[in-house]
């Protein structure tokens, strides 16, 4: 069922609000009313009219004002107003023009032109909503393929955001599924995708609550950043949380249970946006390339299940918050110098 539109009156004068209000009734419209300026600006936020039949001279703010205002208000600046001037009053059209005005009818009204007027303007606004509201439909589409940080950019300066990429200091912690290759040879793929998806969705949930940025999601793994002040303290926390959120869907699951290890590593990056240009779309991702990002992901491979491996500068920065297991220096693969790394054997206090 059509919803009724709802149209706002507003005049000083009752004889005038109680004629418009039978007119517009008999057309099938909804009304309210207000007898001044002030309370017409109170009757739009609180009622959201469709549209506003609005008198020029009325008592502590004029239509002038009313119109103004509104049209100033980005909440308010689609609702049309159609201004009621006096017969022949060109000044006050040319006022109404620049106030904002979207269209006027003439003082005596006339019951013809009324009913053609709104209706012409009603069909503009709905036409306009329509198309509003799919735009607003494309925008929720493709802002699922925005990273939460490219987001954040745009937000903080949408005219010039700083989407290139910038050297900083950062954490990148790196989780893999252990076994991930014989899981995919046991398990049906929409049973792994089911499983994969019940893990990942916590541990991302968990990142988003610590300020990590996740940059990509493989089938068996993701990467995340962590750029706060105390970065590689929330890194470290965050991989423990994600190890005793897997303890705890272990210990629930009556099926497939998974294990996951991971590398963590910290130090001077290149953080920004990449955008993928396609034939047949784009894709926005958020990053950290180089050495850092290297080694931290060597160290998820160095990883058994289960382990967490701490690079040499993230285990600098974490001082005694955290029992560390000195490991042999190791050659990993792409990283020339041999690399001591240090296995988390576990936190004082886990929270998930």
């Known amino acids: 069922m059509r919803q009724r539109a709802k149209i706002l009156i507003v005049d000083d004068e009752p004889f005038n609000i109680d004629y418009l209000e039978q007119e517009l009734?008999?057309?099938?419209?909804?009304?309210?009313?207000?007898?001044?300026?002030?309370?017409?600006?109170?009757?739009?936020?609180?009622e959201n009219p469709d549209l506003i039949l609005l008198d020029v001279m009325m008592p502590l703010m004029d239509g002038f004002t009313v119109c103004r205002t509104l049209k100033e208000n980005d909440a308010t600046r689609l609702i049309p107003i159609v201004m009621m001037t006096a017969l022949g009053s060109v000044e006050d059209r040319v006022k109404g023009i620049e106030a904002g005005a979207d269209d006027f009818l003439t003082k005596p009204v006339d019951e013809r032109e009324l009913r053609a007027r709104l209706q012409t303007t009603l069909r503009l606004k709905a036409t306009m909503?329509?198309?509003?509201?799919?735009?607003?439909?494309?925008?929720?589409?493709?802002?699922?393929?925005?990273?939460?940080?490219?987001?954040?950019?745009?937000?903080?300066?949408?005219?010039?955001?700083?989407?290139?990429?910038?050297?900083r200091d950062v954490t990148v912690l790196f989780l893999d599924i252990s076994g991930y290759t014989r899981l995919s040879e046991r398990?049906?793929?929409?049973?792994?995708?089911?499983?994969?998806?019940?893990?990942?969705?916590?541990?991302?949930?968990?990142?988003?609550?610590?300020?990590g940025d996740i940059n990509e999601t493989a089938g068996d793994g993701f990467m995340a950043i962590f750029q706060d002040p105390a970065h590689a303290i929330t890194a470290v926390d965050t991989a423990l949380a994600l190890m005793a959120i897997t303890t705890a869907l272990n210990a629930d699951n009556t099926g497939q249970s998974l294990t996951v290890h991971m590398g963590v590593n910290s130090g001077t990056a290149l953080v920004g946006?990449?955008?993928?240009?396609?034939?047949?779309?784009?894709?926005?991702?958020?990053?950290?390339?180089?050495?850092?990002?290297?080694?931290?992901?060597?160290?998820?491979?160095?990883?058994?299940?289960?382990?967490?491996?701490?690079?040499?500068?993230?285990?600098?920065?974490?001082?005694?918050?955290?029992?560390?297991?000195?490991?042999?220096?190791?050659?990993?693969?792409?990283?020339?110098?041999?690399v001591e790394a240090y296995c988390l054997d576990g936190p004082r206090h886990i929270q998930i």
């Open 129 to 167: 909503d329509q198309r509003l509201g799919e735009l607003r439909r494309i925008k929720d589409h493709f802002a699922k393929f925005v990273p939460e940080a490219v987001k954040r950019l745009v937000a903080a300066n949408p005219e010039a955001p700083e989407l290139a990429k910038r050297e």
């Open 25 to 46: 009734e008999d057309f099938g419209y909804d009304t309210i009313s207000a007898t001044n300026g002030q309370e017409a600006l109170e009757k739009v936020a609180s």
């Open 187 to 211: 398990l049906a793929p929409e049973r792994l995708n089911t499983l994969v998806e019940r893990y990942f969705s916590a541990f991302l949930d968990r990142i988003h609550q610590a300020g």
């Open 273 to 338: 946006s990449t955008c993928f240009e396609g034939l047949h779309g784009t894709r926005w991702t958020f990053t950290a390339s180089g050495p850092v990002t290297n080694l931290a992901a060597r160290l998820a491979e160095l990883a058994k299940p289960g382990d967490i491996l701490i690079g040499p500068e993230t285990a600098r920065r974490l001082g005694d918050r955290f029992p560390l297991q000195r490991l042999a220096p190791e050659h990993l693969k792409n990283i020339a110098a041999p």
